[in-house]
């Protein structure tokens, strides 16, 4: 069987449910209280592809800041694939994703598969947002609203970036 490695990176700010949203990915459950980050925590799952394939998946779970500080790009080393994660009950949600796809396209010279998640949708009334606010990136492959707590859209954004991958 052959065996396929990649790396993913989550980024986002702090505070923004990253690490929630991977824990509710690989463990189906939410931890209620709130850890912050700092440097990177690695995660890997093996997922099958097919019959004779596997994904052997590292996930960059990349502390995120308060500010509009980026982590440091050799972070991004080896990295096929992006989540970029915002909390948007926030009112600068948005903004947050658009300057993150900024500073990929400026610390990268290769194409990045990305999917954003709109997380923590389920504090917010969504009916009116876009989720096709980021498609006109030809790097983003998918716009998800997700909540880590309730675990909407938490397989499917990850998939969705799996199956590009």
């Given at each position: ?76 080393e080896g990295t096929q ?15 947050h994703v658009k ?67």
């Amino acid at each position: 069987m052959k065996t396929i490695n990649r790396k993913v990176c989550l980024l986002g700010h702090f505070n923004s449910g990253k690490t929630s949203l991977v824990i509710q990915f690989l463990d189906k459950r939410f931890k209620n209280h709130y850890t912050a980050d700092v440097g990177v925590k690695i995660f890997e799952t093996f997922q099958q592809c097919n019959e004779d394939t596997n994904l052997n998946l590292c996930i960059w779970d990349i502390a995120g800041s308060v500010d509009d500080y980026f982590p440091n790009p050799v972070y991004l080393e080896g990295t096929q694939g992006v989540i970029i994660v915002t909390d948007i009950s926030q009112p600068d949600g948005l903004d947050h994703v658009k300057n993150y796809l900024h500073w990929l396209d400026t610390v990268t010279d290769i194409t990045l598969k990305i999917t954003i998640a709109l997380n923590k949708c389920d504090l917010i009334d969504t009916a009116n947002l876009s989720l096709d606010y980021f498609q006109s990136n030809s790097s983003v492959i998918k716009t998800y609203e997700t909540s880590a707590k309730t675990g909407k859209n938490v397989n499917i954004i990850f998939q969705t970036l799996f199956d590009q991958l």
